[in-house]
């Protein structure tokens, strides 16, 4: 059993920056994959960015260029930082973990990503 705990939300301004972090206790095996997805108000889930414990990544075309996933395998700790924030990226932001990318067993509860103008 893993369960992942998201922190690092917030209230930021357009332009800033955040850095979400999401801790998952329990089996690191189980923890293979580590995920962050986003959901907007009235708006699908969607899957912002991903990593495997060898370190591969995955991020999203739309904030690739702003957005940068890395995880610590030793403190089973996934980190999503995101840079030149825009009010689109307002969200709640969940951490998700797994054997598979295409089955993401555990999650956590949410973060809230507010960007202002």
């Known amino acids: 059993q893993v369960q992942p705990v998201e922190s690092g939300g917030g209230l930021v301004q357009v332009g800033g920056s955040l850095r979400l972090s999401c801790a998952a206790s329990?089996?690191?095996?189980?923890?293979?994959?580590m995920a962050w997805y986003r959901q907007a108000p009235g708006k699908q889930r969607e899957l912002v960015a991903h990593i495997t414990w060898s370190g591969n990544t995955g991020v999203a075309d739309s904030v690739k260029d702003r957005f940068s996933i890395s995880r610590d395998n030793a403190k089973n700790t996934v980190y999503l930082q995101m840079n030149s924030l825009k009010p689109e990226d307002t969200a709640v932001y969940y951490c998700?973990?797994?054997?598979?990318?295409?089955?993401?067993?555990?999650w956590g509860q949410g973060t809230q990503v507010t960007v202002s103008s």
């Open positions: 998700a973990a797994g054997l598979l990318l295409t089955r993401l067993q555990y």
């Open positions: 329990g089996s690191i095996f189980s923890s293979n994959v």
